[in-house]
Nanobody, 115 residues
Framework: VQLVESGGGLVQPGGSLRLSCAAS????????MRWYRQAPGKGRELVAV????????NYSNSVKGRFTISRDNAKNTVYLQMNSLKPEDTAVYYC?????????WGQGTRVTVSS
């Protein structure tokens, strides 16, 4: 199982970024996918969840209305569209999958929101 995130970077407050997570080594279309983040000095926080077919999504209260999780099962990729970014969104963002009872994480992609 491999999860590879991309798309992070430096953005000004109010800006947007789209993160991608390319998955391989398992049946992507059968798995719920999650995005987590970890801000400096804080624990890891669940940001968004999407069901295997993309029909159900859930978000943390801190990002609801600003972030959108989506997936393309043909490309084995899950996305996180982040709009109206705030300095408090600064964190390393991780893709996560639970496959056959084991936890898998990507290496993370850093998002910095600063003027």
């Amino acid at each position: 199982v491999q999860l590879v995130e991309s798309g992070g970077g430096l953005v000004q407050p109010g800006g947007s970024l789209r993160l991608s997570c390319a998955a391989s080594g398992f049946t992507f279309s059968s798995n719920t996918m999650r995005w987590y983040r970890q801000a400096p000095g804080k624990g890891r926080e669940l940001v968004a969840v999407i069901s295997s077919d993309g029909g159900v999504t859930n978000y943390s209260n801190s990002v609801k209305g600003r972030f959108t999780i989506s997936r393309d099962n043909a490309k084995n990729t899950v996305y996180l569209q982040m709009n109206s970014l705030k300095p408090e969104d600064t964190a390393v963002y991780y893709c996560y999958a639970r496959v056959y009872g084991d936890d898998y994480w990507g290496q993370g992609t850093r998002v910095t929101v600063s003027s």
